[in-house]
């Protein structure tokens, strides 16, 4: 039994209560809940148990003084931010809606809790007791905006719309079905989307890792009390699924006791989840659905030395299939030897003031300079692409001309005492300052990714509709109604998406064609890129005369004023 439930914001300040207990102090027991909660949501303090839910930017907490099973209030409160959700059309929850809507969570409160007893928190249960107002319910039906939806009122009058079967319901066997369900035409729709978290070694050409999370939904508009059974091409004993949560419709004991491969349910009103999966191991041995293969090739040409970046794609799917809304992140690497990054005049920057030229027959290209990398963007690939090296047409080439670290400060020194700017100017001090600024705030601990290191890696998204990763296909739906012998429409949808998927780049990406005695003795001949003026390093270059050359051994310049990668 809980002894009272809260709903804080992200800063821990109470929004909304209803206590079960009416000794209780609110203000020691969020004091208490505030100093010793670090991570974890249960914990015992003072003899008070606290089980705490963040969901968007509210937390729910309930406190119990009570021995109390601590992870079912935990999944009560998961189902009550969903049940707050559903009546709010998927607005995410925050303070603002929790103030705006507090009548509603107030309803709720008083349909789902009993003295602190967890009760219903089916939602397609709870819109029977909290209906909505008339005008509002017309406006509903009429499909208006979201906006509109939520900031619906709740009829808080004795309606006589209340369906007289829903205190029964609750009773009966199928709690989460009510009874008196028609429609004038019965569908039922199954979509089964399967999420990517992929890590491939581009050197090795092997996965590190290759997790699958799969959740099939449904949306029921059935009449009466139906009974399904669907058929997946996998059996039970093919341990091919690693963690499996059924919904409460399906008796998941029944389930794993058949050596069968059917499921057999009678499904809940509207939009549900019938089951999730997760398949770890036995995915490796699948193949990537894209790859990008990019070389990064260091060479000179016309006495200025070049970055050029080369990425071809291969696809992994039938022909017939198409990939949508496709973004590669692949990122900007100048890959040079030891030797070169020991001098200054021998480390080479991507010089912006030269703009990059790109080529690709599929697509766009452009360039990041937030995360210093290309993100070339494909609204349609099809599948079975090979990488042939004759053919262009699902290619990308982008070439970047590179200035000498030495030459780059002494332009920047330069624009300074003649208070100008250029793109070098605006990129690696503006923009490379305040990022220098932003993560020195940052406590110690935290790890920043550098995406100039060899080892970074490329990040893609995109979407797979008509075809599951896993290769789980439903062989056949059936559903019967022993009362209504209607027709029936049901309706099978698959798609795949990515949700962490990456590719590792290796030292095979990576050519570099300048050796360190052409880098060296180019840097010391007059008239090349790498000269430039010296200038006056004081912390006065506003007022300074005009700048006196010097050799580039006796330029000197405060290169801690620049935060320069």
């Known amino acids: 039994m809980a002894s009272a439930i809260y709903i804080l914001d992200i800063w821990h300040n109470l929004l909304i209560s209803r206590k079960y207990k009416q000794d209780l102090d609110d203000s020691l027991i969020l004091s208490n809940y505030v100093s010793q909660k670090k991570s974890q949501p249960i914990f ?8 705490s839910y963040q969901a968007d930017d509210i937390i729910i907490l309930m406190v119990s003084f009570s021995n109390i099973n601590c992870v079912s209030n935990l999944y009560f409160c998961h189902q009550f931010a969903n049940a707050l959700k559903e009546y709010l059309d998927g607005r995410p929850l925050d303070d603002s809606s929790i103030r705006e809507n507090f009548v509603l969570v107030y309803q709720l409160f008083d349909e789902t809790f009993d003295f602190g007893i967890p009760q219903l928190t089916d939602f397609n249960i709870l819109r029977e007791y909290i209906k909505l107002s008339d005008q509002d319910s017309d406006l509903e ?15 808080t009058t004795n309606s006589n719309l209340l369906n007289t079967s829903i205190s029964r319901t609750a009773t009966t066997n199928l709690s989460w079905r009510p009874k008196g369900i028609f429609y004038p035409k019965n569908e039922f729709f199954v979509n089964l989307v399967e999420s990517l978290n992929l890590l491939y070694l581009l050197e090795t050409k092997k996965l590190q890792r290759n ?4 959740q099939v939904t449904c949306q029921c508009y059935l009449s009466g009390m139906p009974r399904l059974i669907i058929a997946l091409n996998v059996a039970k004993d093919d341990s091919l699924f690693d963690n499996v949560n059924y919904h409460q419709c399906i008796n998941s004991e029944e389930q794993d006791s058949k050596q069968s491969k059917a499921i057999t349910f009678t499904p809940p009103d509207g939009k549900f989840t019938l089951f999730t999966y997760q398949i770890l191991q036995r995915s490796l041995h699948l193949k990537p659905l894209v790859l990008v293969d990019p070389i990064y090739k260091l060479f000179r040409k016309k006495n200025t030395y070049r970055l050029r970046i080369t990425a071809s794609l291969t696809t992994h799917f039938k022909r017939n299939l198409s990939l949508n809304d496709l973004k590669i992140c692949i990122p900007i690497i100048i890959n040079q030897t030891k030797s070169q990054l020991s001098s200054l005049s021998t480390q080479l920057l991507v010089d ?3 703009p990059p030229k790109f080529k690709c027959k599929i697509g766009n290209a452009k360039v990041n300079l937030e995360t210093n990398c290309i993100i070339w963007e494909i609204h349609a690939l099809p599948g079975n692409v090979t990488n042939n090296p004759n053919v262009d047409d699902f290619k990308l080439t982008c070439e970047f001309q590179l200035i000498d670290r ?7 020194h330069e624009l300074s005492s003649v208070d100008k700017q250029n793109q070098n100017s605006i990129y690696y001090l503006s923009i490379q300052t305040e990022e220098k600024r932003l993560n020195d705030s940052l406590d110690e601990d935290t790890e920043i990714p550098d995406l100039r290191n060899p080892s970074a890696l490329i990040s893609l998204s995109f979407q797979l509709p008509l075809m ?3 290769g789980i296909m439903v062989e056949y739906l059936t559903i019967t109604e022993d009362q209504f012998p209607y027709q029936t429409f049901p309706w099978v949808k698959y798609l795949t998406k990515t949700d962490n998927y990456h590719l590792k780049l290796g030292q095979n990406n990576f050519i570099n064609n300048i050796n360190d005695e052409d880098l060296t003795r180019a840097s010391e001949e007059p008239g090349s890129s790498t000269n430039v003026t ?7 270059r506003l007022n300074h005369g005009p700048p006196a050359t010097a050799s580039p051994s006796q330029m000197k310049y405060s290169f801690d004023e620049y935060h320069i990668d």
């Open 44 to 51: 015992h303090y003072q003899g008070c148990n606290y089980i």
């Open 141 to 155: 039906t009429s499909n208006i905006d979201s906006k509109s939806k939520s900031s619906q009122k709740i009829d």
């Open 211 to 214: 997790f699958i999370s799969g």
């Open 352 to 354: 912006y003031n030269i």
């Open 406 to 412: 030495h030459s780059l400060l002494g332009q920047l």
């Open 468 to 470: 599951a990763y896993s």
């Open 534 to 540: 010296a200038v006056d390093t004081s912390n006065d």
